[in-house]
């Protein structure tokens, strides 16, 4: 089960950009379908975004379209979120996650869809 890793969290002004990155260890990181979720106080957790195993499909939930990217580097074994445009509805902890061997040309968005789950990193957005 690979181990992962996020940061890049922490307070930035309405308008502002951060960029969260995802570490996974092991010598596997380039088959897993990967995706990024956030949790609000009071809220569910939700997914962000999603990418395949190459990085060629990708998912983004309607509330970031147009403001966020996700990519990822095999070579690094991490993939990235960057954020664009931040709102304070942004706000949340950011939790990485990872489906193993899913050399699939699609993308996964539900929780249960993730085998592994990194501990996950706050984003605060001032107004």
Not at 6 to 11: A, D, H, P, T, Y
Not at 84 to 112: F, G, I, Q
């Amino acid at each position: 089960q690979v181990q992962l890793v996020e940061s890049g969290g922490g307070l930035v002004q309405d308008g502002g950009s951060l960029r969260l990155s995802c570490a996974a260890s092991g010598r596997s990181f380039s088959s897993y379908g990967m995706g990024w979720f956030r949790q609000a106080p009071g809220k569910e957790r939700e997914v962000v975004a999603a990418v395949n195993w190459n990085g060629g499909r990708t998912y983004y939930t309607d509330s970031v379209k147009g403001r966020f990217i996700i990519s990822r580097d095999n070579a690094k074994n991490t993939v990235y979120l960057q954020m664009n445009s931040l709102k304070p509805e942004d706000a949340a902890v950011y939790y990485c996650a990872a489906r193993a061997r899913s050399y699939e040309n699609r993308t996964y968005t539900k929780e249960a869809d993730f085998t592994s789950w990194g501990q996950g990193t706050q984003v605060t957005v001032s107004s």
